[in-house]
Structures are given as structure tokens and as C-alpha cells.
């Protein structure tokens, strides 16, 4: 049995609610999913809106190892010459080997939504999948409600599949639009679809009932062998069937090598870039790749566990590039601080004070909203400053950031009327520097403010910039009361490194990480270089 | 058909990473499970910590009107007289009339982790099912492991249920404990262990494979007549059966009577309840309950339903206590903004000039960070702003915010330091409000003096309360110069409106965001009650 992994996170998952990605983000994202291993990426919907054209643009320098990518579009419009059709042409535009066309498969859509005539569609369907095969382009017809539509008016919908085939079609995609259908209604519809046709079958499965994943592997146990889906489920409504269960699964449940395993294992990092680029925490309960996926609460299970790994996990996590998490363990904390510790020159004896005051410090800090998996910059510090003639390259005496907005005539807002400026006292050498700066939002300001004390003295600082600034707010219940984190990612040019603060007040969260940032730059980076000198 | 629900969001619910529910919540939440119809709710393990015997003292007093109180324990340990054991003393002591009892079914866990038996095993199993009968306790063996066990040997994991009913049990619960078990093996294990036992089967199901609904399903469908599972999919690692899932599947998907109608319109708002009081927000994405399960983005659908609500919905939201939802963004036709202006009362021609105009509109906020699809208040606002004759309720005129650190004299942080404050100019009818206030951080203080202002003149104003605020940084990769999109979640006690703000500067997005949230209130809430008065 063989199986081909569709993906559509860049199209049908951009329609979940508070994703927006840019051309750049689709494009990282492209090449993450040839990375894992998926055989068809759908970039979009050239011409619906102008970041997917640039996309397509853009993708023909992508160079993907095994993936082909696939535009989207729907058929010609009703009464519309399909040589005279935009969305046909944009779609011939965009350039790709494949697309796949979105036509109806339900008799009741077709007369009450579309509202045209059931051969009028047939038609649509069967003339623009002719003019983008006399492009020899290979066309999917993407069967809108084929679900729904089958339980209506099955004759229909059949021949509306016939007809795709008839036109050339290279397969045909079963959707769930509404995402109600339960499995076995799948797997009955499925093998029937598969007596009525010889071309490939698809599966296109939404979650509103919390089957999609269910229905999807039922599909291809029925016959289907095309399975569509999205990154971390991502999509409209409840979202589209998950890939990051459906391979998985594939893979170690039935035994279907839809990737290698080495792809496999990269199934967790792909789950995790992808939130980030849409700028979504990673789901910590999702099957597979979720964080909490192979954790345990200490107890029963622990000690299961200790005896047997497979006592309470079912599957190894590190077959999908995850790992077991014992929530409470203070061993395996101090080894990660001893670890850690040796890996910037420091050693600690695992049953040390040093080692000891230093992990009850880290639990004192994660209380105040700090977190130290993201930013070992922070942490490092953090086990520097316990080091005994550990000297800052720098130490604050005290900041002030004033944002002041003058009038606001009306409704329409005025960006130009805001002043951000950041005054920063700080100590170097016992020389203190007392400096001012602009910019455009406070953080900003008390950026360029630090920065400008500092590079009198290392003047080497000017290279360092920040290349990604992130706010969560952590008690999401008490409003602008709640207490704030701060990520900052910093990059010489060379490096890249991460450092955290954290404090009701964000401007404080900001400052704590930023100074981090540079003093971290300032004790490894910049010494290195005075030692070249 | 009929089927048994079986809530253990109180038990093994509360083994998700981060709830931690007190006693009074516990209570709150045993008589919501009641008012929804299920049939058995677990209460909590008495004994494995000392809430949980307390909060079976206490639900003594509750007036239940449908369900069963459970009290939820392991079998007597290896080697224990059944009326030696201090768990089965503890679980007669809780007074409920049904005890779940967990024991193995699995010989592999058996002679491994538990490290006794087989034979050992199935006395542990008899002779506590026994001990409790003769104190006239009804009992469910809750058969830990038993899917992969009966992989293993499944001649001894039916033995296992067969002892069960042999010593009395009113049934056995099938539990695929790890979570790693497809529909189909849970299909075949079920029709076996119907045809081998005379009493209920129930079905304990996780989620390790995203496949818990349909597990539990399939487990019905092949004779089980109890299913077990929690409110929201609460559960350790990936959480347990979704009882908000399985519950509209078996109503109207399946024609299962196994709560009432008006039950069944109780499901969103238990569903939120439960969240709530677990401290955590509501997820968005979930089926049926979710905010978004009803939510379209897509211009597409959006007209499609306007024709036909059943052409992009699979079921009545009503039916479940959730409702439609038309989201606002850039993908969003102009069906979609003429259908949200007519939600507020505002009637606008499809083809008009102003329809026009507010896409462009929200075009162009959005190419400015603005995003309305989470924020619903703004997006009224922004309808509202372009009808002639509106009049703002009040009117910035100017706002300041100063944050300062005075002295920081080592590494290690002192809040106390921190100081924040607010200056805000508005003006109401003519009249200029100037006030100040301090917060713990810069939106705080503003929040602070805005409402210390417009409540001089709106004294209704201080109901509202910020319940949620989010920080998105828009452009990831420009460091502390970045856009920033900010979410406030406002609250009156009764209502939740949405709003936005966006900028480059994070004070001034915030500002946008609070503002929007007090005009929208007064321009509603405020309205009407003076209408009344």
C-alpha cells in the first residue's frame, strides 16, 4: 500500500483564524515540508490575493528535493469560455507541475450556492481540467462536499468524478468539507468511488466532529491513497486533518513508508517551526510532537516507566523527534545544569551546593515568569554570576522611557504624532555613561539608548543586533495586570543567541533580556576577540 | 442503543499538564456535569491526596438530580487482605454508591511493572470486587491496559474481565491506556469481549493518537454501552476522550438519546465553564464548543451561507450552544462585512460605494497590523466611524506614559524599583479630563488613567474589566523595531467584546486596543441603559 502525503498548511491551514503568513514564511515553510518528506505542497491561491502570486514567483527558486508544488484554484466560472477565465489563467501563470481545481460534487451546492445547472457544472468541470491538460499541466479535481453530496444524490456525485477522469484528470480528492462525516460513512462512500473509477483517490478530511484523522486513515484503508492534511491540524473552523498524527501513524501503526525515518524524526522540529512562523505557541497536547505528548506526572507511571519504557508510552518519542518529560525530577534537572554548565567551560560536581543553589535559583526565576529552554544565553549568565570573580561587563544604575502621543484629531490615527525616548545610566570600569535616544516604540528606544553607553567602550557592540523580539503574557486571566515574558534573539552577524526577562511591567521584561543579550555578547564573543588582539 | 456517559474530568482530567482544581471548584463542576445529563461522574481518587477525600465529604450535600457520584481507586495491593487494604477502607469511607476499581489486564504489566502473578493478579481483582459487594457497593472494574494487553495474551486479559464478573462487578471499562490503539483493533477487542462477558462494557479512551473520539465511537458502535471520557479532552499527556465531541456525535450523528435536547444547548457553555474554573482559555479550535468550530473566514463560504446555512456548517450551532460566527480579514469578501454591519444594525447594499470603502478600509488597517477577525468591537467601531452623524463618546487629545528603574544595584532584580505611570488628556462634550495614575507597567497605568477619566463621566465604566491581553509581534525578524498587534478581551460581568490596536510602538497599540474597548461599551452597553432610563 502505498501512500502520497499532501500537504496544505500554506493554503486550506492559512484559513485558521489568526494565521497570516507573509511570502517569506510560505516559502521557509515550503522547503521545511521537502524536508520531511511530503510529495505534494499546495502554495495557495494564485490571484485570490497578491502575497500567494508572489508566492509561485518566488517558489521557482525553491529547490526542492522530492516535493512538487501544486497550485490551487477553482474551475471556470459558470457560462465562461475556459480560455477566457482569470482564475484558469492565473492558475497557468503560477507555473507549477500540478493543480489542483476545486469544483462541486454535490447536487444541492451546485443548484442552491453555485446556483447553476448540474450539467452547466459538469461542464465547468470537464473544460477546465481539457484546457489545463492542453497545457499539460496535471490536474486533481478537489470534490467539494463529495461527503455531503453523496448522501443526497450519490449518482451525482460519482459522475462528477467520472467526468474529471473522463477530462484527464491524474486524480480526485474526496473532501469532507464541513468536516461531519463519521468513518464508516467514509469507508463505505470510499469503495464505492473506488469500483466507479481507475484514476488515484484522495482523501481531504476537516475536523469538526474530531474525526478528520480517524476519517482520513479510514479513507485509505477503503482504497484512497492520497492523504491531505496540514502541519499541527491548522485550518478553518476546527482545522483540516493533522499530518502530524496521520504520518506517524502511517509509519509505525501500519507499517507505510510514506517517509524515510529519518524524516520521521524530524516530525516534532517541522510541528514547532511552523507555529512559530505563524506565531502560535506549539500546542503542548497534540499527539506525536506536543510537548506533553510523552510527559508524566511523577508517580504511578513514573516508576512504570522506570521498569518498563513502554509501560506508559506507545511508541518510542525520539521515532518522531520528541522526547519523555518527567514533570517533577529534580535529578534530571541537576543533570541538565551540569550539562549545560560544562558546555560553556564550567565544571560542576552533580551533587555540588553550587549545583544545588543554582537549580533552586532556576525554580525561584521560572516562578517569576522566566524560562530558560528558549534562552540558555540567560542561563548561562545565570551560572556565571555564581562564579566567584565573575565581573559584569557593565552594571545599570538606572533607565527611564518616556512615550508620549500628542493630539489625535479624529478617528484616523497618525503614527507620525508618537514620541518613544529612553535615557540609560550605566557603569563601566567605574566611568558612567548617562546617554538619551529615540525610536519608535519604547523598547526600541531604550535599545538605542543602551547601545549608545556601551559602544563608547566596545565599540565591537555596534555588529550585535536583534533579529526576533517576542512577548507572551503569562496569567492570561488578570488583563494588563498579568505578568509579561520577553524572548530576544540577538545574531552578530555570526551568532545567534537567546536571552529571556520577565516582570509585570514589559518595559522591564525587555530591558532585563536586552541587557542580557549584550552582557552575554560582551563575556564570550567580545573577549574572544581581545585575545586574538 | 443506549448509552452511559461517564465523566472523569474531576480524576484523570486533572492530570493535565497545569489544571489544579480546588475542592469548591470540584464541587461547581460535579453539579454542572449533573445539569448536563451525564450519567456517572468520578470524582477523584480518596486517599491519593487529601482534596480529594474531602471533596467526597463534601458532595455529600450536593443535590444531584441524574448522576452518580464515583469514587475512583486502585484494587488491594499484592499480598493484602482486601480488609486490610487501606485504599478499598478509603473508598467504602467516600459513600458513594459506585466504586471504579482499576486493575490489570495486561499479563505483560502484570508480571513487569506491577511485579506479581498472573494468578496473584486475578485474586487482587476478585477478592476486592467482593469485599466491596458485601458492603453493598456497585462496581465497575476498570480494565487498565486492556488493548494492549489483549495484543499480548488475550486469553488472560479476558480472564481478567471474566473474574470481574464473576465477583459481582456491574462492568468492566476497557481502557487503552497509552492511547496508541486505531479504531479498527478496538473494533475487533470489543466484539470479543462481548461475546465472553453478560455484563455493561465501557470504553476508556486517550488521545495519544489522536484517535480518541473515534475509538471510543467504534467501541460503542461494536456493543459497548458506557463511555468514558472528560469535558474539553482534559487528560494526561494528550488528554482523555472528549466528552464535548462524543456527546453531539451520539445526539446527531448517531440518534442516541443519551442526554436531552436542552441538554444538549448546555454543551458550549459547560464546556467554557470547565475551562474556567481550570484556569485555562477556552481552546478556540475545538469541535462543536469552540469558538471558532462555527467561525468562516473565507468570502467563498461566507456567501455560500448566506444561501444556505447548511452549505458550510454540518450542524446547527444552536443545537449545541455555540453560534455563527463571520470573521473580517484580508481573504474576506464584501458578503461578509455586509452581513457582521447588519449583526449591529447597520444595513449596507452589497454593491455600494461604503461597502467598498470598508474593504479598502479594513485592507488597509490590516496592512498596518490591524487584524479584526479576533477583534469584533473594533471592527463594529470601524462600521460605525463611517456612518454620518456618529459621535465618539470621547476623544483623546493627548496620553504619556513614563516608566522608570531607579538603581539596580546587582544581578539580581528588585521589582520594588519599578515605577509606572499614566498621564492621560480626553475630552467628553467639550469638557477636558487631564488625570494620572500608576500601575505595575505602562498599559496598566494607562488603563488607570483612562478609566480614571471617563468615569467622571460614565460612572457605569468601572464594570468593565480587561480579562485577557495579548502581545503579537508582527514582523519576527526585525528585533525590537517590529510591529506589534495587540488583543485586549474586555468584560462587563455579562458581556466579552474583542478589540485591537497596532503599531510599531507597543504603548500605542495597547492604547488603541483599551480605547476601542470604552467606546464600543459606551456606544452598546451605555446606550441601552440610558435608552431605559
Excluded at 457560462?79 to 481545481?101: H, M, P, R
Excluded at 474530531?210 to 491540524?233: F, P, R, Y
Excluded at 498524527?245 to 513508508?257: G, N, Q, R, T, Y
Excluded at 540577538?490 to 542580557?516: Q, R
Aim: aromatic share 6%.
Amino acid at each position: 500500500m502505498q501512500v502520497k502525503l499532501y500537504d496544505t498548511t500554506l493554503r486550506d491551514g492559512s484559513q485558521r483564524e489568526g494565521i497570516s503568513f507573509t511570502v517569506a514564511d510560505k516559502l521557509k515553510i515550503a522547503q521545511k515540508l521537502d524536508d520531511l518528506g511530503i510529495h505534494y505542497i499546495e502554495g495557495g491561491w494564485p490571484g485570490s490575493n497578491p502575497k500567494d502570486s508572489e508566492f509561485f514567483t518566488q517558489a521557482k527558486s525553491l529547490k526542492l528535493k522530492n516535493a512538487k508544488m501544486v497550485a490551487f484554484g477553482s474551475t471556470r466560472r459558470p457560462k465562461v469560455k475556459a480560455d477566457a477565465d482569470t482564475t484558469l489563467k492565473q492558475l497557468i501563470d503560477s507555473g507549477t507541475e500540478y493543480v489542483t481545481l476545486v469544483g462541486k460534487s454535490s447536487a444541492r451546492q451546485v443548484t442552491q450556492v453555485l446556483e447553476t445547472t448540474l450539467e452547466e457544472n459538469l461542464a465547468m468541470i470537464t473544460e477546465s481540467i481539457e484546457y489545463l491538460r492542453s497545457k499539460c499541466i496535471k490536474v486533481f479535481l478537489d470534490a467539494e462536499h463529495f461527503f455531503d453530496g453523496y448522501k443526497d444524490n450519490p449518482e451525482y456525485s460519482i459522475q462528477v468524478l467520472q467526468a474529471a477522469e473522463k477530462a484527464g484528470a491524474e486524480g480526485v480528492v474526496l473532501c469532507d468539507t464541513n468536516g461531519g462525516t463519521l468513518p464508516e460513512e467514509i469507508t463505505q462512500a470510499v469503495k464505492t468511488v473506488k469500483e466507479a473509477l481507475n484514476i488515484c483517490v484522495g482523501i481531504h478530511a476537516h475536523n469538526d466532529t474530531e474525526m478528520a484523522v480517524a476519517n482520513s486513515i479510514a479513507a485509505l484503508k477503503a482504497g484512497a491513497s492520497q492523504v491531505q492534511g496540514t502541519i499541527n491540524g491548522f485550518g478553518e473552523r476546527c482545522g483540516n486533518a493533522n499530518l502530524c498524527s496521520i504520518i506517524p501513524i502511517l509509519k509505525l501503526k501500519m507499517d507505510i513508508d510514506c517517509i524515510s525515518d529519518n524524516q520521521l524524526k524530524l516530525l516534532t522540529e517541522t510541528s514547532h517551526y511552523i507555529s512559530e512562523l505563524a506565531n502560535l505557541v506549539s500546542e503542548p497536547f497534540l499527539p506525536y510532537v506536543g510537548s506533553s505528548a510523552f510527559s508524566h506526572k511523577a508517580g504511578l507511571h513514573v516508576s512504570g516507566l522506570s521498569k518498563w519504557s513502554g509501560s506508559y508510552q506507545h511508541i518510542e518519542p525520539e521515532l518522531v523527534g520528541n522526547h519523555q518529560r518527567l514533570l517533577v525530577s529534580e535529578l534530571a534537572g541537576r543533570s541538565n545544569i551540569v550539562q549545560r554548565a560544562k558546555a560553556i567551560g564550567i565544571n560542576l560536581a552533580p551533587d555540588s551546593k553550587e549545583v544545588k543553589d543554582l537549580l533552586q535559583q532556576v525554580k525561584k526565576m521560572e516562578s517569576l515568569g522566566f524560562q530558560y529552554e528558549n534562552a540558555e544565553a540567560s542561563f548561562d549568565l545565570l551560572v556565571n554570576r555564581t562564579q566567584t570573580g565573575y565581573i559584569a561587563p557593565f552594571e545599570l544604575i538606572d533607565f527611564m522611557v518616556v512615550v508620549e502621543k500628542q493630539r489625535r484629531p479624529s478617528a484616523m490615527r497618525n503614527q507620525d504624532e508618537m514620541m518613544a525616548e529612553g535615557i540609560v545610566k550605566v557603569r563601566v570600569d567605574g566611568d558612567i555613561m548617562h546617554t538619551v535616544a529615540e525610536g519608535n516604540g519604547p523598547i526600541n528606544a531604550l535599545d538605542a539608548a543602551l547601545r549608545k553607553g556601551l559602544c563608547q567602550f566596545y565599540p565591537e557592540l555596534s555588529a550585535v543586533h536583534l533579529s526576533d523580539y517576542k512577548v507572551r503574557i503569562l496569567e492570561q486571566t488578570s488583563g494588563t495586570d498579568a505578568l509579561v515574558r520577553v524572548l530576544i534573539e540577538s545574531s552578530d552577524g555570526e551568532n545567534t543567541w537567546h536571552t529571556v526577562g520577565a516582570s509585570p511591567n514589559i518595559i522591564e521584561a525587555s530591558w532585563l533580556a536586552l541587557s542580557d543579550s549584550f552582557e552575554y555578547w560582551l563575556i564570550t564573543k567580545k573577549c574572544k576577540n581581545c585575545k586574538k588582539q
